[in-house]
């Protein structure tokens, strides 16, 4: 009798362990989910950020820079390659940076302006044709200044680009400027306008296709049982098309859009042209590699999105909605446009959102269907080539040069910035059309 009244206790503590096992077990999930997170986007953010809100010094701010710091930070960096050299080069080339170094040093009382005469205020380069000697005499700077004439043009450059300038132009500079050979010119300009252009096209054609497609299948459910079995096949193809990965639609998209099979010829030599590739008009068959052909691409990617989504929302509108307008003597139509949709509108509009979000930041079909391309203008018309912000930071990423991997950084922190807009406003329409409905 004792062991059988001591089991539900013994029970009960069971579970309640059990329960707050389950339940730490899952704040710590979370709290690693959160620190990993954490960590990859301030190792993002530390690298990128220096090329939004800083700028590299221009040659009428040169007399405002830390020369003495500078000359220790030359002197730092030849010192590390100095062990590599032979023995019998180490002595002069020691002496070749002391002296340098030095020189450095010295030109905070340097003035800039009448030796580099009517140089552009951006090109550094020019530094390397100053006349150090003339330069020296005629200001009276200290002999060891001529030193710095053994640098090289490079070497000007890297050096000066250290010391960076806090200015909030940086940032408009960086999404309106093309791209560049240069890290420190380099900008997002016309990747920004290429992923609208081709976002815009996506949306224009998968937002109407996927709700229309969603309230067939929702709201007009077949009674006839092979034709509903083809229902249920259709519904499972959708469904199961949202996890097909996105790099086949975009083999897809080469195939079907910019290719179209074959049957017009090949896409540099179309069969079919209106107006000349200038205008804004300009259509051809086949569609080449250009915005249209990536809209449609990214529309196949985020299609099935959008009709689960949708369907979901109209499927959580309450049936006495319905019932109460039929009853009213509405026809089906007028069920669906003046109840069922104005019901299911946030969900809808969240689920299509965050479609659209998913589409900006997708390479691999973009990447199948323009490839890897150096584009310094914006897109002129719906079949003009294009980048997009995905494939320019994939460019910048695969530079050998480490200025271009802080310049990739940058690049995604404003591509994170435009995905938590996108996230951001889908939570605020759902929020402002959800009160009058609650």
Known sequence: MN?????????????????SLFKYI????????VI?????LLSVISKGYTYLITRAP???????????ALAEQYRAEQMEYLEFLPEDERADTLQQIENIAAGLALLTDMNWQPALGEAEAEDLGDI??????????????????????DLDDDEWESLIQSQRIFALSAFTDFISNPPSRNAEKAGMGPAMWGSIWICVACATLALPIGIATAIFLEEYKPTNRTVRWMHGFLQLNITNLAGVPSIVYGIIGLTAFVQMFGVFGAFDDPAFTIGDSEDWYYFKFPLGRGVLAGGLTLMLVILPIVVVSAQESIRAVPDSLREGALASGATKWQMIWKMTLPAAVPGIMTGSILAMSRAIGEAAPILVIAGVVFIRFTPQNLLDDFTAMPLQIYNWAGRPQEEFWRVAASGIIVLLAVLLTFNATAVFIRQKFQRPLQ
């Open 36 to 40: 990993v997170l954490g960590i990859l």
């Open 58 to 68: 221009q040659l009428d701010e040169l007399k405002t820079l830390d020369w003495p």
């Open 128 to 149: 390397e044709d100053i006349d150090w000697e003339r330069t020296q005499s005629e200001q009276n700077l200290p002999a060891a200044v001529i030193a710095v004439e």
């Open 3 to 19: 062991a059988s009244k001591n089991m539900p206790v013994r029970s009960l503590a069971s579970r309640k362990f059990k329960d």
């Open 26 to 33: 899952c704040i710590g999930a979370a709290s690693i989910s």
